[in-house]
Each structure stands twice: as structure tokens, then as C-alpha cells.
């Protein structure tokens, strides 16, 4: 739907231009480490330096001082777990930090949840366990869902606040993104999956500047709050597309997103669409359990040639007005305080 205002004038440009002017302002290299970084390098046999990000993180100091970690290029296999106290920086090694695009770190591993006893937490990649984490530059996978094993594997696990992932890489298939405890933030980023990839319980998440990338049949997200309380996930210009991967024979069967719980809340904002939306848009989590009762399932100003001409939100749904809209932004979702962790280049 448009808005008809000026506003979204310029809502309409920003798959092209809007998007362009913020990275062509943001653009800058992040090729030496910060100072008194702990290094990653491939291979390296330098003493003091680390071959992998979990040793790297296993060395830092148990206590609340502020530590960074910068990864050189290269592809690290196996799971990372950060629980520190203190504030923790990782930065990845890239030619323009504005975004993802220019990524050269990954950390991959390949583990489902069934092989840890269905515990979505214990299969993730990255197993973030602590509060004021910030990650830049990381592309993080979970290459269990993509090999056909199609079932939860989660790629980045995060259950902290005041968390902020800035031009990193999500990569999976089912319940790639568990934003599941704490206040985070997603910002100029790239989250891939088909099933329920952004899902959690108690998160409050706030999504800036995304591509979103869908590569199978399923929902974007799943809210899975329980009852009236702070839990959120609120989405503003991003674009939501088909992974260049995608399965075959997706078209009419992706939907934004369905309720994993009755309290469901998931707003999306001004949201350029290509991947080729169910007419529905909105789904039910499944026949006869469909857990819409108490839900704010709501989006404004979404825009596209990936939502139908006959598209029709379900009476469980709600389609925002400029008003409205305007009351679902960084704070609601992060808390007010937002201005004093968010790392304000990533923000459009």
C-alpha cells in the first residue's frame, strides 16, 4: 500500500537511491585491527595471535573490562561462544564496513538442533551469552539447513542486551536468526533462511536497512511472545528479496510472517518487496492451531512488485496509517537509551 504523502516519495527510492546516497556516505575500509585487538588469522603461527575466533574469545580476560577482537580474512569452522561480563567488540576484516557486501570473514559450522537434543540455542554458529556485544563484518552460517537436513539450525544465537550486528552476514535455513533474549539490533545486514528464520520469545529487536533474503518456501519471521509484555521485532527499510539460491516453485508461498505464540508482535515498515509474497501475506502458525488471538502482526507503507495485485491481509492483521506507524521506531523497540549503544554510522 502507499501512503500517498511525500514521505513516501522517498520511501519509493530506496531500493536505488536512498540506499546508494547512505553507503556511499558511510563507505570506509576496516583493514588494521583496532588497538590493543586481539588478532585472528587463518593458519597464523605468530605468537599472541589466535587461528580461530572461539580461542580468541576463550583468552580474554573473565571481567568486566571493554576487549576487541579483529578476524583477518579467511573461512573459521566451529562454534563460538561468548559469555564474557565485559563489553566485547568483534570486527571483521573488509575493504567498506558500510555493509556486508565487501565481507571477508566467515564463520561456519553445520549443526541441527535434533543433534543436540532439539535445542535451538546449542546448534547455533555464534552462541552470543552476554550483554553490550557488538559485531561488525562477520558472515555467519549454519550449513546444516542448506545440505537438505531441513530443520531448526540456528546461525547467530543471541541472548543478551544492548547488542548491536552491523553489515554482518545471517546465513541458513530454518530459524537462521534466534533473536531470542535481550535488546539487539540489526543494522545494514543480511539475513537468509525460508522457515521462520527470525524467530525468538522474549528478543526485542529492532531490524534498519536489511536485505532480507528468502530461499525457500515459509515465513520471515516468527514471534513467539507469550504474553503482554516488551518482546518486539520491528522492521524499517528493508528490502525483502530471493536469495540467488532459492529453491524453485517458491512464488505465493512467503509470507512476512506467522505467530509461533498468541501474543505475536512484529511490525514492518516501509519494506521494498521483490521475493513474490502469498496474497495472504500474513500467516497462521497451522490449520486448527493457528494462535491469533492477542497478535499485532501490522505493517505499513510496504511496497513492490513482489506483493500481489490481489493481495489480501487476513482480519487478524493490521495495516498501519502514517500515525500509527510512526509510534513503532527504535525505541519502542530497544528503549529509549538506544542512542547510547547503537553504533549511529549503521542507521538510515
Known amino acids: 500500500m502507499f501512503s500517498g504523502s511525500s514521505s513516501s516519495l522517498l520511501v519509493l527510492a530506496f531500493p536505488t537511491v536512498l540506499l546508494s546516497i547512505c553507503q556511499a556516505a558511510l563507505a570506509f575500509p576496516r583493514v588494521v ?19 580461530s575466533l572461539e580461542d580468541a574469545v576463550n583468552s580474554l580476560p573473565n571481567d568486566n573490562t571493554t576487549q576487541s577482537i579483529f578476524v583477518y580474512p579467511g573461512t573459521y569452522t566451529g562454534q563460538v561462544n561468548v559469555t564474557r561480563p565485559g563489553p566485547l567488540s568483534i570486527y571483521g576484516y573488509t575493504v567498506d564496513a558500510s555493509d556486508y557486501l565487501n565481507n571477508a570473514v566467515v564463520i561456519t559450522n553445520g549443526l541441527g538442533a535434533p543433534e543436540v537434543g532439539g535445542n535451538d540455542d546449542l546448534s547455533g554458529t555464534l552462541r552470543a551469552h ?9 558472515d555467519i552460517k549454519n550449513t546444516y539447513g542448506l545440505v537438505g537436513e531441513q530443520s ?5 544465537s543471541e541472548y543478551g542486551s544492548r547488542v548491536g550486528s552491523y553489515g554482518c552476514g545471517f546465513y541458513g535455513y530454518q530459524d537462521t536468526l534466534y533473536a531470542s533474549v535481550g535488546t539487539q539490533v540489526y543494522l545494514k545486514s543480511y539475513i537468509e533462511g525460508a522457515v521462520d528464520f527470525i524467530f525468538g520469545r522474549l528478543g526485542q529487536a529492532y531490524f534498519g536497512g536489511n536485505t532480507i533474503a528468502v530461499n525457500g518456501k515459509g515465513c520471515v519471521t516468527a514471534s513467539g511472545r507469550q504474553t503482554n509484555n516488551s518482546a518486539i521485532y520491528v522492521f524499517n527499510f528493508n528490502q525483502i528479496v530471493l536469495a ?46 493457528e494462535r491469533t488471538d492477542n497478535v499485532i ?11 500481489p495485485a490481489n493481495a489480501q491481509r487476513p482480519n487478524w492483521t493490521t495495516t498501519l496509517d502514517a500515525e500509527e506507524a510512526l509510534a513503532y521506531n527504535i525505541s519502542a523497540a530497544v528503549g529509549s537509551d538506544w542512542a547510547t549503544w547503537v553504533d549511529p554510522a549503521y542507521l538510515i
Open 33 to 51: 585491527p583496532p588497538p590493543g585487538s586481539v588478532i585472528v588469522r587463518a593458519n597464523t603461527t605468530t605468537a599472541g595471535e589466535y587461528s
Open 130 to 138: 552476554q550483554n553490550d556485544l557488538s559485531l561488525y563484518n562477520l
Open 297 to 307: 502482526m501490522a505493517d505499513y507503507n510496504s511496497f513492490g512488485p513482489g506483493i
Open 152 to 156: 531448526q539450525a540456528i546461525a547467530l
Open 244 to 289: 540467488s539460491d532459492a529453491n524453485p516453485g517458491i512464488n505465493g508461498s512467503i509470507y512476512l510472517g506467522r505467530p509461533w505464540a498468541d501474543y505475536a508482535r512484529v511490525i514492518f515498515k516501509n519494506t521494498y518487496i521483490t521475493a513474490p509474497l502469498n496474497p495472504d501475506i500474513w500467516s497462521i502458525w497451522n490449520v486448527g492451531d
